[in-house]
């Protein structure tokens, strides 16, 4: 798979870069920015990969989120892809700014006229990988997820459905529980069909409470000031009582004042990553 | 703690070269296999053993396309391997030590042969398979080791030069690449492998000229890699070897899996040994840290001490210097009295000059009052006194006490080892340890007691035996049970065993620690429980003649009244009557025990059981000592009546004169006498109601005195006669003696 360069900026000693390639997983052109830190020139690094929210691109994280000194700090890979397949004149699909472009929800998608190109989740699990650890210095065994509003769900998915896969878990305002609020809603049932079944195997909160493997750390920063929160879009007390019963470690902090944008993620962002370096460079 | 190649002492430089050595040719190995016993050789070296232990040369594993294999690729800073020495293989030969071989025969036609390869490192034979030395792995992770080492010994003398920097500009080489098999600088290396490209993924290694094959296949299937490993043979497996037969129920896992545990295995492992390194050195640490406080401690005890010898000093000085000022003021005065006084000698010249006058009239009338101020002035003289002593007796200094205590200051010490008091030391109903610390020990805060029941029974040790030392461990299995923060100089123990041993040692703690064991007191527990009773008075007493005391647990025979009248009127013969005492309890089953002490001055005194009711008939009619029926000497067959088919109904020990008198159990007589015992200070009994037998001991050593039989088929109490003068001290229960809790 041959990867061109669109764009490299040095940053805090390291090189943030951003790429393009054909996904076989999409079918289509995709970018995704990549974050290499000082350490990479001389050895393998770990990586952490970043799940963006509903209307993002993979620029919004490099270029607000202010992630790259301590990625440089604790040698640490980052990988933001896109928030969804793109150019692939699916009817629908600019519509609203919650389903469709922009809004892939991280699920591969089993209705018309999605199931072709929406298959966010495969891409994120296995084809990013396979493409970061084979053109990149990274450490294959070293991944860890993070992401936003509907990137913190994915990032919760991609944990909890796969044990042992990543070595820490965190988001920020995440979905927890998409089939109970409205996003997930439309989401799941324009992509997943109306049988709420398969809704449950895209659920943070079903998923932790029948999740057996590894223990997952998981870390969570939510603003009380978050217009979604309050409107129950995200349902992180879901999530929290489901983790508690099934005894998985969550540390869930409400941060005073604080909103859903990145101001909030830029805030915090270095607690994370180091949240993430105590896991990935152990 | 990381030991780095690249940052390693001497020590330890020398301490990894023994790693890395091959024990045959002790130099570094090259080009190591393993064994089957898992240790490692150089797989020349392990040709030659073959070949010297007589096998035919064995197959060497294919050495693979490397650059060193041809000469002119190879480092000039590897000196090439000698070949074997070919008369060793002919000398071998033309011995006939091949066996069953000669060098005529071709290859295909031998059978296999099964080599032993007598490992140097675990001197052991071990077993090669079919393809011999082939069979074995090669031992790349210990190759990469000792180009590692090497690298970092040999740094400098011969730079690896980056392959591909346009010259004239080559720059020394930074990195090698295992998958390029080359050497780059850092630039180079960029350029060579951008990120973004499968190149980037390579693997970093240091700069080298030999680029082995990085990964390990399989000896039988060389196209595999070993992908398993299987936990039952400690084997690496390909795909194809883990489909075979031999491993058929085995355990195998992926690598990645033993890789894990194995990793975290030896990580753990490394950890620990690093902990108690650790732990060591701050041991160390803790002792000189402790030392520091302690000097701390004493040098501050001296500087206190020297502030009070100081302001003593100053006190007493100041004492002295009042003594000095009050007395100098009295003198001083006295001085001026004195000055006074010389006013005399002006009178004094006048009264000569006055007695020069010889009109007598004008003399007597001037020597009136010249009189009158001699007179005075003698009555001054008569009364002088010095009004200030010169002498200084009251402000002498003894400080010889002071000198001593200083002389002995010392570091606290521990208490001795406490002494036992045997006398007042006993087992009963519970135990009963009392102790005193020696005179000149430190004093102790508290003491422990430590006791432990020796198994063995009662019969194993007799007499009582004091060890030296500790010899407690020998045979005990038990530990020691513990008695903490005892204060006083006593303690109980109960919860006793019966018929056991028990071995008691104690000692003190004080702010030092603990000090040293008291020697250790052997105790023997009763045989059987301890019965409690008291001396009855509910037939009525011989009030005149036995007095009871202590709770009536204590007894002493006296004349009385009647007898001190009768006596005073008599002269040659007295009628002594036996005087009865029973318990207030009988026995109506099961063992009992009791102890008791009679007063070694008593006259005679008879102690043991009896049958409740024949004892009461005897209370009324007692029995008359002076009887013929009792006189031996009487030529009375005084055995008849006591037929010895059925026991009596009493079974008494007769002592006095501070022995025992010990019937014999059978008729005969012996011609050394009657046998007695002397008198233990105290006397145990022990009635076994069943079996109808009463056992006498010593009650401190349960050595067994003497054993007789009763006639059990009533309640049976236990019964005291005295006749004459004598006392008896019933043993009470230390439980009811000394209230502890």
Redesign the interface.
Known sequence: MA???VSSNKCCDG?Q?V?EHDSSELKCKMKFA?Y?PPK?????CPVLYWLSGLTCTEQNFITKAGSQQAASEHGIIIVAPDTSPRGCNIEGEDESWDFGTGAGFYVNATQEPWKTNYRMYSYVTEELPRLI??????DPEKMSISGHSMGGHGALICALKNPGKYKSVSAFAPICNPIQCAWGQKAFSGYLGPDKSTWELYDATVLAESYSGPELDILIDQGRDDQFLSSSQLLPDNLIAACSKQKIPVVFRLQQGYDHSYYFIFSFIIDHIKHHAKYLNA | HFFNLDSIGVELKNSIKRELHCPVCEEMVKQPIVLPCMHSVCVLCAAEVLVQRGYPPPELPAEPKTPTSSPITRSPRQTRRPPPKTDRLDRVIRTGLLCGTHPGRRRKDTPPVIMLFPCPTCGKDVELGERGLADCLRNLTLERIVERYRHTVSLGSMAVMCQFCKPPQALEATKGCADCRSNFCNECFKLYHPWGTPRAQHEHILPTHSFRPKVLVCVEHEQERLQFYCRSCQRLLCPLCKLRRAHSGHKIMPIALAYQTLKEKITKEMNYVFANQDSVQAQITQVESGIAQTEEQLNQCVSELRSVLAERQGALAMLLEGARAQRAGALNAQLSEKQSLLENAGLLTYTQELLKETDQSCFVQAARVTHNRLVKAIENQQHFSLSADPSFRHFQMDVSRELKALSSMDFIQAPLAPVIDTQKTLAYDQLYLCWRLPQDSAPAWHYSVEYLRKVGGAGALWGRVLSEGSSGSNGTHCSWQRLDDVGGTSAVIDKLEMDSVYVLRVRGCNKAGFGEYSEEVYLHTPPATVLSFCLDSRWGLHAERVALGKGQTYARSVPGMTLLQAADRALTSCHLTSDLLVADVSITQGRHYWACSVEPGSYLVKVGVGVEAKLQEWFHLPQDMASPRYDPDSGHDSGAEDTQDCPPPFCFLTMGMGKILLPKCGASNTSTGPLTAPLPPRLGLCLDFEKGRLTFYDAHSLRVLWEGTVDCSAPVCPAFCFIGGGALQLQELIANLFQHC
């Open positions: 990867l061109t360069q090189y870069k790429f990549i290499l990479a020139e001389s050895s393998k650890n084979s053109n990149f210095p990274a």
